[in-house]
Structures are given as structure tokens and as C-alpha cells.
């Protein structure tokens, strides 16, 4: 009647510093308001990491106003996440508190790699959602490779809501990948063709990887987690023009190629 399979899926990892859904709410409306089509109904692992310490109780054993109100309410954010298009799964960096208010919310615990030392300074919170992937549990998930040991190619164009991910390789398209499509690659991207949607590269944090496209006209463009959205236009001088992004400390730099 059915099997069970392993499998693997890309997802964001969204990096909560604040558990105020407010501030959140925010922050998402002024990043991604004006731009809905950025996501579309995307799997989210919630990083717990980066949140402030929870709170300790009382002598009697009851939490204070203020300290109850550090606390995640995880259905909220779940229904917050769905109103900009994003399905929270699972989370990752959870004490066991969190980790059982999320999974009494139907979110899953997820094996990720654990946050940079450091992470990257950025404008809002939203601005740190970072490409991971989720893998069985058994396996954690490696170091990006260096350099991808293969190359998936694509010959053939990507519709709205396709997906392609190259997991430890480059990935080689060489058609049309049009608006609502995406493609993912833990190495490079390489685009043949007119590329309108999605392209994220260096998928597991390599920022050596790079986007190369015969016409750049993407929707969003990501190197190891640092993206930039149609929220802020291409510049003139590679926009519909044969381009490369890569990535200058944690700032995208494109430049126009000359072919």
C-alpha cells in the first residue's frame, strides 16, 4: 500500500534573535512586503540558536511577567510565517523547553550544522535567512565541499514552481529559467539561458561559489546565505546582460561579462 524513503529537502533556516512575533512581524512586512513572490509556500527550519537564554523561574516556582514574555509562541509563529508564504517545519538549536512547545505545535527537530561563530551582520532579521538542508537524522549534514565533485546539467527550461538542486556539484542550466523557478546548487550556478527566478548557490556555505548567467534578469540571488531580492533592482550595467555574482567579504558583487 505505501514504502517509506529516505529523503532530502532544501530549506531556509530563518535565525531568530528576538521571540517578539511583533518585531518579527515587522521586519518581514518591510523585507519581503513588497515582494511576495519571493517565497512560495518554502519549507522554513526555525534556528533557535541565536535567541536570548531562557528564563529561570521564580523561587516559587512561577515565571514573572517579563520573563514569561521571552518565551516562543509557536503556533503564532507558525500562522505568521504562512502569511508571507512560508511553511515552518521544523527547528533547530531548541532547548528542551522549545523543543517541546514546538513539537506539541507539529514542528519536527531538525539536524543542521550549527551556526558560524560569528554571523553575518546584517540590516533585519529577515535579512539573515540562510539556505540549508535538512537530512536524515543518522547523518549530519558535512562541511561544504571545497570544490563540488560533479555537475548536474539541465537541458531542458524551468517552469514557475520547478526546482532544481544540485547537491555537492555545479549546476549547468542551459535553457530558460523562468519566473517561480528556482535552482540550487551547493557549487555553482551556471545559467545558458535567460534566468528570472531563483538561484541560490553555495547552498551548504561555500562562498567561493558563483552565478553565471547568459542574461541575469533573477527574481533572487543568494551566495552562501547572503541574498538580494527584486526588492532592490538589478543595476543597469548586468541587468538582461551576460553577468556573474559573487560573493566580496558578505557583500553580492555583480559584474557584466564580456562574451
Do not use: C
Not at 534573535?17 to 513588497?34: C, I, Y
Not at 541565536?50 to 520573563?67: F, I, R, T, V
Amino acid at each position: 500500500m505505501f514504502e517509506l524513503r529516505s529523503a532530502s529537502i532544501a530549506a531556509f533556516s530563518l535565525v531568530l534573535r528576538s521571540p517578539d512575533l511583533q518585531q518579527l512581524a515587522q521586519a518581514l512586512q518591510e523585507r519581503l512586503g513588497d515582494t511576495p513572490e519571493v517565497f512560495s509556500q518554502d519549507p522554513v527550519v526555525l534556528d533557535l540558536s541565536q535567541l536570548p537564554a531562557p528564563p529561570q523561574a521564580a523561587d516559587d516556582g512561577q515565571l514573572s511577567l517579563e520573563s514569561a514574555a521571552v518565551q516562543l509562541d509557536f503556533p503564532a509563529l507558525v500562522a505568521l510565517l504562512r502569511r508571507f508564504r512560508m511553511q515552518a517545519v521544523a527547528v533547530s538549536g531548541a532547548t528542551v523547553e522549545q523543543l517541546a512547545a514546538a513539537q506539541a505545535a507539529g514542528l519536527a527537530e531538525a539536524d543542521v550544522p550549527a551556526q558560524r561563530a560569528e554571523a553575518p551582520r546584517v540590516e533585519t532579521v529577515v535579512k539573515e535567512v540562510v539556505r540549508e538542508v535538512i537530512v536524515e537524522r543518522e547523518v549530519p549534514v558535512p562541511a561544504a565541499p571545497a570544490e563540488p565533485s560533479r555537475t548536474v546539467i539541465v537541458d531542458k527550461p524551468l517552469r514557475s514552481g520547478q526546482q532544481v538542486y544540485a547537491k555537492g556539484a555545479d549546476l549547468v542550466v542551459m535553457a530558460l529559467v523562468n519566473h517561480g523557478a528556482e535552482v540550487i546548487a551547493d557549487g555553482n550556478i551556471h545559467v545558458y539561458a535567460p534566468l528570472r527566478g531563483k538561484a541560490i548557490a553555495g547552498a551548504r556555505g561555500n562562498t567561493e561559489a558563483r552565478i553565471f548567467a547568459a542574461s541575469l534578469e533573477a527574481e533572487l540571488i543568494a551566495i552562501a546565505g547572503i541574498y538580494r531580492t527584486t526588492e532592490n533592482p538589478l543595476p543597469a550595467e548586468v541587468l538582461g546582460k551576460p553577468a556573474q555574482v559573487r560573493l566580496e567579504g558578505e557583500k553580492l558583487v555583480m559584474e557584466a561579462l564580456k562574451l
